[in-house]
């Protein structure tokens, strides 16, 4: 099978998204799927819903992207974050606003064996964070594919689940096997989480998974939020990785 990329949390950060796609060209990929949140937080939510639509042959929602056409509630957002989700409504096109009424919340390739939902599978719409591997083992039950790709923590994770009790954290790739399945969150490609300021995504073939890091160019970004009036901690965030 071709080998294929997941990409997720792009947040309106262009730049970011152009050095991994262009990333993922460079490896000849072809069929890249999109995790959700578009948009939120950053400066250019035009561009990158054109881009992802364009690219994508799977693209899912995000809380961010429901939150921005009042598709989800707001109130556990944080001041910070609504701010943003603000500013996303105020700068996008009717056309787009329209692109992200046609987006849902989760969706599966049958071709890949994989499930593509931006919380957790086991409510796609209570927006939860996977983090644990008591919540894992709950989500392994609520999926049947061999893959369960996610984003929304930020943070890239690779849990396998190789039967009852046994599961494993790997933090960055692994080898496939015949037997187990996986939760994969691929990290975020606009607003990295996890102490590496690099854009993240994940990349699958027949025989492993691997977590795959990209530098772009940070200051670019920063700039236009800037420009754009957008809250200091969203920018600085940016220089940290968290
Ligand atoms: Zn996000």
Redesign the pocket.
Known sequence: MTPYAVI??V?SNLHALEAVLKDIDGRGIEDIYFA??IV?YGPRPNECIDIIIQRCKILIA???DWAVIGYTDTEYFNEIAMYAIEWTRDNLTDKHMEDIKEFKLFKSDPARDAMFVHASPKDPDNWDYLFSLTNAAVNFRSFQQKFCFV??S?TPVIIEYAGPGEMLTIWDNTEIKESSRYIVNVG?VG?PRDGDTRASYAVVNDKAIEIIRVSYDIEKTQTEMREAGLPVRLIERLSYGH
């Open positions: 997720s949390d947040h959700g949140d939120g995000g809380n961010h984003g929304h930020h975020s607003q």
